[in-house]
């Protein structure tokens, strides 16, 4: 690219964005010929196009670009009407231009490539005979009307009457209608300006400025200001947007990486001192940091429309070759991912869309014969989840066919028959992600030779994502990603397994048990440990034989229930220290063959932890298709959107802390000499029991005065028979709260922060709040502190 | 006369040396964070301003026993092939500058797993130094285990 030129490189990036809208602007035109918008903007692409390349004398290109827009100037006279064979012509001249510019890119000349037999189907196309002549211009005529007052500066009839100078390239969507601006700016009466507007309606083909002047009702002046502040908005756009090269953003986003996991070590070393001052500071310096990451994140996201926008072409010319009709919808094209995911989201994406409409939507006879229109839906759909995005291809197809799924799989020997009729059909669906895999009944160019759904997987997988299916026999079939939203910093838990520490994804935990080998302890089944979580039977992973070190006991260890390949399991380690935000750093190459390390990270005390593969531990330790396995559908669904949850707003220190409201107990209120000490903790005898007491500005770090009065207020916990009464300066009020205002927080015990009453309040995570502030809690608690059971 | 750096290291009293310019840095190190089911020859990573550097222990390359990474460990961290990687020594010698003619190929005597790490031998004043081929040094799948 160098050696082009600056004004060759700009001109290539330019037209390749100008070709994508292009692609998108004539799939919509197909959709809804009579749209003199599309066509005009069409035209103005393909002209700047023409235009530029006969400037940099490029002549073959200008030669096509001028034949594309002869074309398009016969559609936007009227003179023959948009059928789908003007489309496709279209489309290939777009083609056409693209390999131009390619090959001008590569290789400095455009001269090797073909375009003559473009031009010619080109001029076919314009010659083709026309039926529809007599009623174009009728039908260009009423479009320009209705879209009079907003489009006022496309309409071809001239403003000799008035001052004011015509606009140069209408923006239609971000422009505010003439007459509102006119009458904002107090140049003119709205009863007027409605007049006007109905004059329009019925006929009257001067524009709004000119009728408004013509009867005298503004001022030339104001006219031309108004019309100056339309095409304003794009301007200011323009300013204030700049072109960032991507590698500078890459090496902040690293340095950022770096300066968090200095301020971890730092916070860690300010807790361990203590002074309140510098605790203060340290908080400080971590919201800040925080704040400086998620700016650095932003820039670096793009909307997905990014990569959706080469999908409406794709079902297009594909729904085309194989005779269907399949109308693309697409839902919240602007939900935005990292631009390194959004790359790796790119080939599965576009793999599971052309699957649909290949496999998934049904041909119009059989679409016909079941009772449903002709035309299939197809709706790509993005939303943000729980710090996740994910991105649904839902179509309106025929539906998996669960039982040609597991004969198949029978067949391959991916299955047993006799585990077939135990599985639950979402796990039979799940088998179209193996590995050679496919039940279209033949192969065609575009699927169906096993190659795919397990390719998408992967690679949905080496990004942290993941992939699931569900189906509805005759109604259609969804698939869906869930993506992270970042890949270089991820929230994991850190554990102690032997004399070594590893980092596990939160992302893939569902929950803690702690093992005391009393009430709650690992069993075999032959040699197999598992643990009966709530009735079922877990299977476990010892980490410590997974990694070849020494076995330890099966007592006062952690069963971590973990989810990954929509399997759940338990895996044993020692201890669970904290959660925190780590910088996934690469792992060696050496090391990839291992295959049980995502990566490494610096911890907080400067080493090395590494960050465990949890599904590839899982697949290493040979858990069977049939252990337990959970739908990722169904529990996502479970766990709600949106829903409004109560909390108990309490005060600490300065802050506010809410806890959800269902995981308390009661409310108390102990007189300060009712407190004991048992070791360093401090309880409370409390109905027969003996309550251990945490302080949440102790576990917060909200070091201040210690409230005044004889009592302490206490929230009380409990969970499986166990209670802790956790410390608050005073109980404020219950509110509601929906969980969509949230922020994430860095803090161990902390859900995230939201606005309540107008207060910024934090949401504590009364589980891992204990588990903070003592990790050994649980243990002790159950072994001696509870006398009653 | 042509002539070449080395950097110099001993492990098991042997004088061993990489060409400068192989070199990134030389330093010490206390802690690392073992890789289970790693190649045997990897001592563990460590944090290098925030890089993390596998420690391959050149002990174990040579059909030695590991070193205890007890304490502080000698490193000599190569560029390598786009990520640097450590090598774990007994002790830092100084660097030398060699002619050319001081060189002669690895003596037919010198077998076992030290023969495929040397490209040859320097005759220095009163003792030998071992030239590692840098490559086969840090490759931790070779056969050794």
């Known amino acids: 690219m160098e050696d082009l030129g600056e004004i060759v490189g700009e001109f290539l990036m330019e037209s390749h964005e100008n070709l994508d809208q292009i692609d998108r602007d004539l799939v919509s035109l197909e959709q809804e010929p009579d749209s003199r918008d599309l066509i005009s903007r069409i035209f103005r692409a393909i002209h700047t196009i023409k235009g530029t390349s006969g400037f940099l004398a490029f002549s073959r290109l200008e030669k096509l670009a001028h034949a594309g827009e002869s074309l398009l100037s016969r559609l936007r006279d009227g003179v023959q009407p948009v059928t789908p064979e003007t489309i496709t012509v279209l489309l290939v001249t777009i083609d056409g231009v693209r390999s131009l510019l390619a090959s001008i890119e590569e290789k400095g000349t455009e001269s090797e490539v073909d375009i003559d037999s473009i031009i010619v189907k080109v001029n076919a196309q314009m010659n083709a005979p026309t039926e529809a002549k007599a009623e174009a211009p009728a039908a260009a005529a009423a479009p320009a009307a209705e879209a009079a007052p907003a489009a006022d500066g496309e309409a071809p009839v001239p403003l000799d009457e008035t001052p004011a100078r015509p606009v140069p390239e209408p923006v239609a969507e971000q422009r505010q209608p003439l007459g509102q601006i006119l009458v904002e700016a107090g140049a003119a009466q709205p009863g007027d300006v409605s007049t006007a507007l109905q004059q329009q309606i019925e006929g009257d083909e001067r524009k709004l400025g000119t009728i408004l002047l013509d009867e005298g009702k503004t001022q030339p002046a104001a006219v031309n200001e108004a019309l100056q502040s339309q095409a304003a908005p794009k301007r200011s756009i323009a300013d204030s947007a700049i072109r960032v090269d991507v590698d500078l953003l890459d090496t902040l986003l690293n340095m950022v990486g770096e300066l968090v996991l200095a301020r971890n070590q730092l916070v860690r070393g300010v807790m361990e001192i203590g002074d309140s001052g510098l605790v203060r500071s340290a908080q400080r310096l971590g919201m800040i940091t925080s704040e400086l990451q998620a700016g650095i994140m932003k820039t670096r996201m793009q909307p997905i429309e990014h990569i959706w926008s080469k999908l409406p072409r794709v079902v297009r010319d594909l729904s085309n070759s194989l005779g269907k009709q399949v109308q693309l919808v697409m839902q919240g094209k602007d939900t935005e991912l990292d631009r390194s995911l959004l790359e790796a989201v790119k080939d599965p994406l576009t793999h599971l869309v052309r699957n649909a409409v290949d496999h998934g939507i049904e041909d119009p006879e059989r679409r016909a014969a079941a009772g449903k229109g002709t035309e299939g839906t197809l709706t790509l759909r993005a939303y943000h989840e729980g710090g996740h995005v994910a991105v649904e291809v839902a179509d309106d197809g025929a539906g998996l066919d669960v039982d040609r799924i597991a004969a198949k799989a029978v067949e391959k020997g991916l299955l047993r028959p006799d585990q077939v009729a135990n599985m639950d059909r979402r796990d039979i669906m799940a088998m179209v992600f193996q590995p050679g895999f496919s039940t279209a009944a033949k192969v065609t160019n575009v699927s169906g030779r096993g190659v795919g759904m397990d390719v998408v997987k992967t690679n949905i997988e080496n990004i942290g994502g993941a992939v699931s299916v569900d189906s509805t026999p005759g109604e259609g079939t969804v698939w869906r990603l869930t993506i992270p939203l970042t890949l270089a910093i991820i929230q994991a838990l850190t554990v102690d397994c032997g004399e070594h520490r590893y980092v596990v994804p939160q992302v893939a935990v569902l929950e803690l048990v702690f093992i005391d080998g009393q009430s709650t302890k690992i069993e075999y089944a032959s040699g197999a440990p598992v643990y009966r979580l709530r009735g079922k039977l877990l299977p476990l992973i010892r980490l410590d034989r997974a990694l070849g070190l020494e076995v330890g006991g099966d007592q006062g260890v952690y069963i971590m229930v973990l989810q990954a390949d929509g399997r759940r399991f338990g895996m044993v380690v020692d201890r669970v220290l904290n959660t925190e935000e780590v910088v996934v750093k690469a792992l060696n190459t050496r090391f990839k063959d291992i295959g049980l390390y995502a990566g490494a990270t610096i911890l907080g005390d400067g080493k090395v932890g590494l960050i465990l593969d949890v599904s590839s531990l899982a697949r290493r330790s040979h858990l069977a298709v049939d252990s337990e396995r959970e739908n990722v559908v169904a529990n996502s669904k479970a766990s709600g959107e949106g829903k409004m949850q109560r909390l108990l707003v309490t005060a600490v220190g300065e802050r506010r802390v809410a806890i959800p409201l269902d995981t308390v107990t009661r409310l108390e209120e102990f007189p300060k000499d009712r407190i004991e000490h048992a070791g360093s903790r401090e309880v409370v005898q409390y109905r027969g029991q003996i309550l251990p007491l945490v302080r949440l500005s102790h576990l917060l770090g909200a070091y201040g005065e210690e409230p005044e009065g004889d009592t302490v207020s206490v929230v009380v916990y409990s969970e499986g028979g166990r209670s802790v009464a956790l410390v608050v300066d005073r109980i404020v009020d219950i509110a509601e709260n929906s969980t969509a205002a949230r922020r994430d927080a860095e803090e161990d015990g902390l859900v995230g922060t939201a606005v309540i009453q107008q207060r910024v309040t934090e949401l504590l995570d009364v589980r891992r709040a204990i588990l903070a502030a003592d990790p050994n809690f649980y243990s002790d608690a159950s072994d001696d502190m509870l006398v009653e059971a | ?145």
């Open chain 2, 1 to 145: 006369m042509a002539s070449r750096q080395f950097a110099t290291f001993e492990v098991d009293g042997q004088l061993f040396g990489v060409e400068v310019h192989t070199v990134q840095e030389v330093l010490s190190y206390n802690e690392y964070t073992p890789v289970p089911l790693a190649p045997k020859a990897v001592g563990g990573l460590f944090n290098l301003r925030g890089q993390v550097i596998a420690a391959v222990d050149l002990r174990v390359q040579l059909g030695l026993a590991r070193q205890a990474l007890q304490g502080p460990v000698m490193n000599v961290i190569l560029r390598g092939d786009g990520e640097p990687v450590s090598l774990l020594v007994d002790k830092i010698g100084e660097v030398v500058d060699l002619d050319d003619e001081t060189f002669e190929p690895p003596p037919d005597t010198l077998s076992g797993p030290t023969r495929e790490l040397v490209v040859g031998t320097f005759k220095l004043d009163g003792r030998l130094m071992l030239a590692l081929d840098v490559n086969q040094a840090v490759d931790t799948y070779r056969a050794t285990n």
